[in-house]
Nanobody, 121 residues
Framework: QVQVVESGGGLVQPGGSLRLSCAAS????????MGWYRQAPGNQRELVAS???????TYADSVKGRFTISRENAKNTVYLQMSNLKPEDTAVYYC???????????????WGQGTQVTVSS
């Protein structure tokens, strides 16, 4: 069974920092894309930051210079370091993985359950 588990959300004051973590289960042996999306109430889910299939990174314009995505390939883990947080960053953050599992031997998309980030004074 594939599991994608996020952690690290919480309540933080404007200007503060948080680090999100996402671990994908070992059943995904070949990951091509891994990243973060977010969804605020009343809004569509949007890309925040991601490692692309070529290994490069992409960021939403709204978070460039404030958020940094990193990963540990050996652990199927991706991180999102968020700094200088703003109230508009408040959302549920979802981890996204595109990879191949041992059971299906095909590329599929997997999502975590989401972690709440609230930026408020």
């Amino acid at each position: 069974q594939v599991q994608v588990v996020e952690s690290g959300g919480g309540l933080v004051q404007p200007g503060g920092s948080l680090r999100l973590s996402c671990a994908a289960s070992e059943s995904i042996f070949s990951i091509s894309v891994m990243g973060w999306y977010r969804q605020a109430p009343g809004n569509q889910r949007e890309l925040v930051a991601s490692f692309t299939g070529s290994g490069s990174t992409t960021y939403a314009d709204s978070v460039k210079g404030r958020f940094t995505i990193s990963r540990e390939n050996a652990k199927n883990t991706v991180y999102l370091q968020m700094s200088n947080l703003k109230p508009e960053d408040t959302a549920v953050y979802y981890c996204y993985v595109r990879g191949i599992t041992w059971s299906t031997l095909r590329s599929d998309d997997y999502w975590g359950q989401g972690t709440q980030v609230t930026v408020s004074s």
